[in-house]
C-alpha cells in the first residue's frame, strides 16, 4: 500500500484479556518498529526487526508482550492479560533498511483501553 | 536523565510571529536528529532532519550544536497551520522522542 496501516484502529478490553494488534509496513521496508505512546508521554520504543535478524526486544515493558513478524513484511504485536496501564496508541512505524539515515513512516497507530 | 528532553511548552504566538524552542540529547555519540510534527490524535509525520551544518525547509529552520548537545527549531512567519506538537527525535537506529513542544499560533 502507500503507507503504513494498523488494525484495528479502536480496541477496548477487558482487564485481563489479550489483545493482538497488526501492521502492514510499506512494501519493501525491511525495518519494522512498534512504538506506543501514553496520555501525556512522548513516544516510547518497544521493539524492532530488521530483515531476517533477532529483533530488538529492549523496550518491552514485560514478559507480557510480544511481537513477531511474518515473512518479512506483516507484525503483530500481542499483549497478554492486559493492565490498566497498558492503555496507549501503540504506533508502528517502517523505512526502507533500518538504517539512522532511513525516514521511518508511522501507521496511524490503534489506540488500545483496557478497562 | 530521559534521553530526549524538551520544553512542553505551551508557545502561543499571533500569526506571522517568529517562535523557536530547543531539545537536548543525552547521547553525546548520537548522530542523526530529526523534527517531527503531530497533530492532535494522529501519528508523527516528519518534518525535517537537522544537519550539522544546520539547515532551513521554508519557513522552518533547524540547528544542531553537538558541543551543548541540543538542537533548535525555529518557524519564522507562523501559520495558523503550524499549530501542532514538534517532536524531537534522536536515531540510534531506534528512535527516542522528546515529549513534544505545544504551538498554538492565534490569528
Known amino acids: 500500500g502507500a503507507g503504513v496501516s494498523q488494525s484495528p484502529s479502536n480496541k477496548v478490553t477487558e482487564k485481563g484479556k489479550d489483545v493482538e494488534l497488526r501492521c502492514d509496513p510499506i512494501s519493501g521496508h525491511t525495518a519494522l518498529y512498534w512504538y506506543r505512546q501514553s496520555l501525556g508521554q512522548g513516544l516510547e520504543f518497544l521493539i524492532y526487526f530488521q530483515g531476517n535478524s533477532a529483533p530488538d526486544k529492549s523496550g518491552l515493558p514485560s514478559d507480557r508482550f510480544s511481537a513477531e513478524r511474518t515473512g518479512g513484511s506483516v507484525s503483530t504485536l500481542t499483549i497478554q492479560r492486559t493492565q490498566q496501564e497498558d492503555s496507549a496508541v501503540y504506533l508502528c512505524?517502517?523505512?526502507?533498511?533500518?538504517?539512522?539515515?532511513?525516514?521511518?513512516?508511522f501507521g496511524p497507530g490503534t489506540r488500545l483501553t483496557v478497562l | 536523565r530521559k534521553e530526549v528532553e524538551q520544553d512542553p511548552g505551551p508557545f502561543n504566538v499571533p500569526e506571522g510571529a517568529t517562535v523557536a524552542f530547543n531539545c537536548t540529547y543525552s547521547n553525546s555519540a548520537s548522530q542523526s536528529f530529526f523534527w517531527y510534527r503531530q497533530d492532535c490524535r494522529k501519528e508523527p509525520k516528519l518534518l525535517m532532519s537537522?544537519?550539522?551544518s544546520g539547515n532551513e525547509d521554508g519557513r522552518f529552520t533547524a540547528q544542531l550544536n553537538r558541543a551543548s548537545q541540543y538542537i533548535s527549531l525555529l518557524i519564522r512567519d507562523s501559520k495558523l497551520s503550524d499549530s501542532a506538537t514538534y517532536l524531537c527525535?534522536?536515531?540510534?537506529?531506534?528512535?527516542?522522542f522528546g515529549a513534544g513542544t505545544t504551538v498554538t499560533v492565534r490569528a
Open positions: 512505524a517502517s523505512s526502507s533498511q533500518g538504517s539512522v539515515t532511513d525516514t521511518q513512516y
Open positions: 527525535v534522536v536515531d540510534d537506529y531506534k528512535l527516542s
Open positions: 537537522v544537519y550539522s
